[in-house]
């Protein structure tokens, strides 16, 4: 069964503590992105990678980190310095290249205790 | 810096209503513009796509959108909306020259049976 998985679904972090998102594809793809979704705001880009040991920031990284070992896996750390957690976190994965189609995951909450 | 605009938070219709949901884009260069949909506990979605061509595109479940370069818009129709069409709708844009969506806010669009 091909596609995004991300987990957990649900996941609650305490102060000073770093919690890290999975986001596992199967689609072969080379372009990975994550993105936290905010009432109200859309989707706004944290990080994102388009081949492996490569990534950039995108609008919203302080805070935030990723690594990139491995074309299927991004895994995305909130650190503590991330002083605003509490969203929806939505991985992405894509061909590369401008007329991608980008395919996402269910989704992880973040919840701040 | 591209943005989108999505003007309409919530929408709520009755069925058989038509739909038109706006987006508008600020970038002057070539675009590639896409509606996302991310019904109820589902996985967000690719509703359509324009890369280039026929500037009024259909897409799945009866939507379709027209883009018109003059007005920098991409919206997005349905004739009759039906109670299944409940679910929050995204336009993104990428501008050609790299594989990063730009996310509009979203619109919430609740239709009563």
């Known amino acids: 069964d091909g596609g995004i998985t991300q987990s957990p679904k649900y996941l609650f972090r305490k102060e000073g503590q770093n919690v890290t998102l999975s986001c596992e594809q199967n689609l072969n793809h080379d372009a990975m992105y994550w993105y936290r979704q905010d009432p109200g705001q859309g989707l706004r880009l944290i990080y994102y990678?388009?081949?492996?040991?490569?990534?950039q920031k995108g609008d919203i990284a302080e805070g935030y980190s990723v690594s990139r070992e491995k074309k299927e896996s991004f895994p995305l750390t909130v650190t503590s310095a991330q002083k605003n957690p509490t969203a929806f976190y939505l991985c992405?994965?894509?061909?590369?290249?401008?007329?991608?189609?980008?395919?996402f995951g269910a989704g992880t909450r973040l919840s701040v205790l | 810096a591209q943005s989108v605009s999505q003007h309409n938070h919530h929408v709520i219709l009755s069925e058989a209503a038509s739909l038109e949901l706006g987006c508008n884009y600020s970038?002057?260069?070539?675009?590639?513009l896409f509606w996302y949909v991310q019904y109820p506990g589902q996985h967000l979605q690719l509703l359509l796509k324009?890369?280039?061509?026929?500037?009024l595109v259909k897409g799945i479940k009866g939507f379709e959108a027209e883009f018109i370069k003059s007005k920098f818009s991409f919206n997005l129709r349905k004739p009759s909306v039906q109670w299944s069409d409940t679910a929050e709708y995204f336009c993104?844009?990428?501008?050609?020259?790299?594989?990063?969506?730009?996310f509009g806010g979203g619109t919430r669009l609740m239709v009563k049976p």
């Open positions: 990678s388009q081949i492996v040991n490569d990534f």
């Open positions: 992405a994965s894509s061909i590369a290249g401008t007329k991608n189609i980008q395919y």
């Open positions: 993104a844009v990428n501008n050609n020259a790299g594989n990063m969506l730009t």
């Open positions: 970038y002057g260069g070539t675009v590639n």
């Open positions: 324009y890369f280039s061509g026929d500037p």
